[in-house]
């Protein structure tokens, strides 16, 4: 079975930056998008960012101009630099991949800003 693991979270202050990887633990046959969604305490799980395999990306307009994603098709990884971090953007990062009408999600990682 394909996992997804994701690395780079942690506790940043306000203003600063954090880079999330996500790795597929084996190959997934033509991967279309890839993604990071996120869920705040108390909120739904909402989309931050989105790459498809042309290199074609899509943000959620409360991080545009902040984050960047990318994707290294070789490796089945997506990254998520995030910059100018805000308290808002505390929550569960989770990384999602679209293959064949199949949704493959990691089991996320936590970003909390807080001075």
């Known amino acids: 079975q394909v996992q997804l693991v994701e690395s780079g979270g942690g506790l940043v202050q306000p203003g600063g930056s954090l880079r999330l990887s996500c790795a597929a633990s084996r190959f997934i046959f033509s991967i279309n998008d890839m993604g990071w969604y996120r869920q705040a305490p108390g909120k739904e799980r909402e989309l931050v960012a989105v790459?498809?395999?042309?290199?074609?990306?899509n943000y959620a307009d409360s991080v545009k101009g902040r984050f960047t994603i990318s994707r290294d098709n070789a490796k089945i990884t997506v990254f998520l630099q995030m910059n100018s971090l805000k308290p808002e953007d505390t929550a569960v990062y989770y990384c999602?991949?679209?293959?064949?009408?199949?949704?493959?999600w990691g089991k996320g990682t936590l970003v909390s800003v807080s001075p």
């Open positions: 999602n991949a679209q293959s064949a009408g199949m949704a493959y």
């Open positions: 790459v498809n395999s042309r290199g074609t990306t």
